[in-house]
Structure formats: structure tokens, C-alpha cells
């Protein structure tokens, strides 16, 4: 018996405070006209899983980050193989610099309800719903400003 295929990847939910509060930066892919949060494979040539992580929200919005808090994972088949993400809350740092590329059309800081609407997957919004619930809790968490 062979072990089960599984992708793994790692992303960023990259916050800032905007003019009307907390926003969260999506992606918007250029194949399939998608909005997303900023995720990708990793490589062997990441050290680590953050490393990943920060690199792909490099390479995909210009942003250099911060980690500030593990955010938590998702899994979902993609053509028939287990898909699963990594996320970390993560902060700009510094100036950005984003050009559209192969991969990414565009990118928007929205608040977060705006953002799950957008979105265009369904386990995107359902990932993003748990932090809205953080707003109302006494617990400290880096999206309890959302």
C-alpha cells in the first residue's frame, strides 16, 4: 500500500489598520480570476514552514511581513489530492512593492467582512468567519480588531 498524496502549503493573513479599521489584504489569481488569501507550495529550500509562508506572501503582494501568531489551517481536495494550508497572522513591514505577475492580477485591503464576501472559495470565508467571532471575546488575538 503507498501512502495517501498530500500537497502542503503555507500563507499569510496580512493585516493593517486602514482609514476604516482592520483590513486583510486578498490576492486576486490571474488564472482563475479568484480572490484568495496570499498561500503557496512550499519549497525545499524553506527552512521552515513561517519561512514559507512569508516568502509566498512576498512573492505574491510585494509585502515583506511579520509573524505575529499562528492563525490556523485548512484542508481541502484539490482534483482528487488532499490540500493542506498553513497560515500565520502577519503584519507589512516596511514599504511594499507590488507589481502584478504571472500568478497575481491584483490585490486589495478590505475589512473583514468585505473580505469573506469577496472571497471566492467557500473554505476561504468559512477560515476568515472564525476570526469575526474574535472580536467579541476577552481573549487577545491579533484579528480581534477586524
Request: with cysteine.
Amino acid at each position: 500500500m503507498k501512502d495517501q498524496e498530500i500537497v502542503y502549503c503555507a500563507g499569510g493573513l496580512v493585516w493593517r489598520e486602514g482609514a476604516s479599521g482592520r483590513e486583510i489584504l486578498l490576492i486576486l489569481s490571474r488564472d482563475d480570476r479568484a480572490w484568495k488569501l496570499p498561500k503557496g507550495h512550499i519549497d525545499a529550500t524553506d527552512a521552515t514552514w513561517e519561512a514559507a509562508a512569508k516568502r509566498e506572501v512576498l512573492e505574491e503582494t510585494g509585502h515583506r511581513t511579520v509573524i505575529t501568531d499562528f492563525a490556523g489551517y485548512t484542508k481541502y481536495p484539490v482534483k482528487g489530492v488532499p490540500k493542506v494550508v498553513l497560515y500565520w497572522h502577519m503584519e507589512p513591514d516596511g514599504e511594499h512593492n507590488f507589481e502584478p505577475n504571472d500568478e497575481v492580477a491584483a490585490i486589495d485591503w478590505l475589512p473583514l467582512g468585505e473580505a469573506i464576501n469577496r472571497l471566492t472559495f467557500l473554505n476561504d470565508k468559512k477560515f476568515l468567519l472564525q476570526f469575526v467571532s474574535t472580536r467579541t471575546s476577552n481573549s487577545v488575538h491579533p484579528a480581534q480588531n477586524a
